[in-house]
């Protein structure tokens, strides 16, 4: 896509134009900023208080759906899942049901019920999701 103008932020402009335009089209999307500028987080922490998604990373390597489909062993399926929540921020997942169907959308539903059933429990038993009947609550690493 051609941008109009020039200028210090005329592309950081467009790219947020083009964001408000597709979020308010798609309130389910997300988005994935490829970007080292940090110039973008203060538009990033406010679209997440209006529930849209998004993120910056500084290589396309990073995306957690990208590292999520490279993972294979238990332990980088769990740590690509604890990136998923903390980037989910407040959005997080509240029902054990949900969390379940998240977790199985982020490996594009590729998950067999008894794996998904063992990286639920790994969750639990690694204390990151507390259960209380069908509700959830997490306890999240600091970032590292």
Request: some cysteine; glycine content about 4%.
């Amino acid at each position: 896509m051609k941008i109009e103008g020039n200028g210090p932020n005329a592309l950081d402009f467009h790219i947020a134009f083009y964001m408000g335009n597709i979020a308010a089209r798609n309130p389910d999307c997300y988005f994935h900023i490829i970007s080292k500028d940090t110039g973008f987080d203060p538009l990033i922490k406010h679209l997440k208080t209006k529930r849209i998604y998004a993120q910056r990373e500084k290589d396309i390597s990073e995306i957690p759906l990208l590292k999520i489909s490279n993972s294979k062993s238990m332990a980088e399926r769990i740590d690509a899942i604890v990136e998923f929540l903390k980037v989910r921020g407040a959005a997080k997942p509240r029902a054990v049901k949900t969390l379940s169907n998240s977790i199985n959308s982020l490996f594009m539903k590729k998950l067999e019920e008894d794996e998904l059933g063992k990286i639920m429990d790994e969750l639990i038993r690694q204390k990151i999701v507390l259960t209380n009947g069908s509700k959830v609550t997490y306890q999240l690493p600091a970032k590292t």
